[in-house]
């Protein structure tokens, strides 16, 4: 039972544009989110997160939106850039020091 | 503070031989620390928690004798994989809660790379 989806497994966009990642989730018990930027063979990278308690939460070129009556966040980055090309996880959790559920993951490759 | 560590980064053995891989927390005490296991294009999948000072929580489906879990302090975990054997071979990577973003986020380390021949 996957409790955390992202139902795009790559996404391509042009640099300077944004680029938009979503992610959608089942368990209503969620309470906070995060979302983490992987490159190959390297561990994740926190990127920002958000409390079920707010909608947004910003940091620089990263915004997080929560939509808790449709179980969906997404992460818009903007302007791309380059170095912004890597597999974006969501992840979110119940509590507290507790276990991370993660997304199956989104390639973004922001292009020239 | 919130830097992870792993060592080592990359392993190569021989099959039933066991490998000890160290996670370190190096700027934050980290009460809680995590193991997680990716298989090539895949999503992560947690194996375990550790507690220090307690027992680790094992996830559905993980052998608890073949991957033996210390958090002997508040600042390193070690996973153990004992007798190797190839499908074990993959991409191990541990995190740790209590650094900069407080209890709710965990930090990762860079990974280790176990390959059993």
């Known amino acids: 039972d996957q409790q955390v989806k992202q139902n795009s497994p790559s996404l391509s966009v042009q640099e300077g544009r944004i680029s938009i990642l979503n992610c959608d989730y089942t368990?209503?018990?969620?309470?906070?989110f995060l979302w983490y930027k992987k490159y190959p063979a390297e561990g994740p990278t926190f990127l920002i997160s958000i409390s079920s308690i707010k909608d947004k939460n910003e940091d620089g070129r990263f915004t997080v939106f929560l939509n808790k009556s449709a179980k969906h966040l997404s992460l818009h980055i903007v302007p791309s850039q380059p170095g912004d090309s890597a597999v974006y996880f969501c992840?979110?959790?119940?509590?507290?020091?507790?276990?991370?559920?993660f997304g199956t993951g989104t390639r973004l490759q922001v292009t020239l | 503070g919130a830097v992870v560590s792993q060592h080592p980064s990359r392993v190569i053995c021989k099959s039933g031989t066991s490998v000890k891989i160290e996670c370190r927390s190096l700027?934050?005490?980290?009460?809680?620390m995590f193991w997680y296991r990716q298989f090539p294009k895949q999503s992560l999948m947690l194996m375990a928690t550790s507690n220090e000072g307690s027992k680790a929580t094992y996830e559905q489906g993980v052998e608890k004798d073949k991957f033996l879990i210390n958090h002997a302090s508040l600042t390193l975990s070690t996973l153990t994989v004992t007798s190797a054997h190839p499908e074990d071979s993959s991409f191990y990577i541990c995190s740790a809660s209590g650094g900069a973003g407080g209890q709710e986020t965990q930090y990762f380390g860079p990974g280790t790379r176990l390959l059993v021949l």
């Open positions: 700027d934050f005490q980290a009460t809680t």
């Open positions: 992840a979110a959790h119940t509590g507290t020091a507790s276990k991370l559920t």
């Open positions: 368990n209503s018990m969620f309470d906070y």
